[in-house]
């Protein structure tokens, strides 16, 4: 089991080192998907109030 997460762990940081060489595109879309999901939780606490009224 560990030797499977070590691989797992090795192949994660060889591939964010290619992904960081080859402009940052895993950096890129990580971003973009937290500031999606905050968008989406600021949409619904923006909402809430008139809710519950």
Same mark, same amino acid.
């Given at each position: 089991?560990?030797?499977?997460?070590? /691989?797992?762990? &090795? /192949?994660? /940081?060889?591939?964010? %080192?290619?992904?960081?060489?080859? +402009?940052? %595109?895993? +950096?890129?879309?990580? &971003? +973009? &998907?937290?500031? #999606?999901?905050?968008?989406?939780? #600021?949409?619904?606490?923006?909402? #809430?109030?008139?809710? &519950? /009224?």
């Amino acid at each position: 089991m560990s030797l499977l997460a070590g /691989i797992l762990v &090795a /192949i994660w /940081i060889v591939s964010l %080192f290619l992904y960081r060489s080859d +402009g940052d %595109f895993y +950096g890129e879309e990580v &971003a +973009g &998907a937290y500031r #999606r999901r905050t968008a989406v939780q #600021r949409h619904r606490t923006k909402w #809430r109030p008139f809710s &519950a /009224i």
